[in-house]
T-cell receptor
């Protein structure tokens, strides 16, 4: 069974500092995704990571994937208030017996001045 | 494309009533997912379809829940009878097939609808 664990679940950040969110998954996966959700809103795709060693960056966010360790990280550089949201990682296994898309519990980020 | 369209956006119903949630996926997407989101349980995958065929419904909480996809452009999630513990936000999402990555160079990311906030009183 494919399981996804994120930590921390809550993160209070200070503006200007750097932080990392971790995402572990339990079985072989094709793809790893990061999503953002603002309160009361839908989920917005941030990154799609397809292969071992993949790294993608958008603004102050950088995501990486280590398929051997079954670990992805989302690194936040110099946090700003606009980044306050809940971030989810999700894992799929289209190529295997399960083409499902399983999400972690989410990490709620709060950036304080 | 207008994205994934869900209706209604909000639904308030009395316990015991039948509730039907609707979803129109993005045209050309082969996969359709139904999720339920609550504070306690997070984002749970209820069921997903591939080319209109239900592949895995192990996440459907009980027999009161059923989902159909009669064609590539429409899916429904039905709860009958509804109970207060069914109150949640229900999301529909769709994604292209992995073949689209190879043939068209698109990512197989799932695009979410705006959700239906269901309240059962």
């Amino acid at each position: 069974e494919l399981k996804v664990e994120q930590n921390p679940l809550f993160l209070s950040m200070q503006e200007g500092k750097n932080y990392t969110i971790y995402c572990n998954y339990s079985t072989t996966s094709d793809r790893l995704y990061w999503y953002r959700q603002d309160p009361g809103k839908s989920l917005e795709s941030l990154f799609v990571l397809l292969s071992n060693g993949a790294v993608k960056q958008e603004g102050r966010l950088m995501a990486s994937l280590d398929t051997k360790a079954r670990l992805s990280t989302l690194h936040i550089t110099a946090a700003v208030h606009d980044l306050s949201a809940t971030y989810f990682c999700a894992v799929s296994n289209y190529g295997g017996s399960q083409g499902n898309l399983i999400f972690g519990k989410g990490t709620k980020l709060s950036v304080k001045p | 494309d207008a994205g994934v369209i869900q209706s209604p956006r909000h639904e308030v119903t009395e316990m015991g009533q039948e509730v039907t949630l609707r979803c129109k996926p993005i045209s050309g997407h082969d996969y359709l997912f139904w999720y339920r989101q609550t504070m306690m349980r997070g984002l749970e995958l209820l069921i997903y379809f591939n080319n209109n065929v239900p592949i895995d419904d192990s996440g459907m909480p009980e027999d009161r829940f059923s989902a159909k996809m009669p064609n590539a452009s429409f899916s429904t999630l039905k709860i009958q009878p509804s109970e207060p513990r069914d109150s949640a936000v229900y999301f529909c999402a769709s994604s292209p097939s992995p073949w689209a990555e190879i043939l068209l160079g698109v990512n197989t990311e799932a695009f979410f609808g705006q959700g239906t906030r269901l309240t059962v009183v």
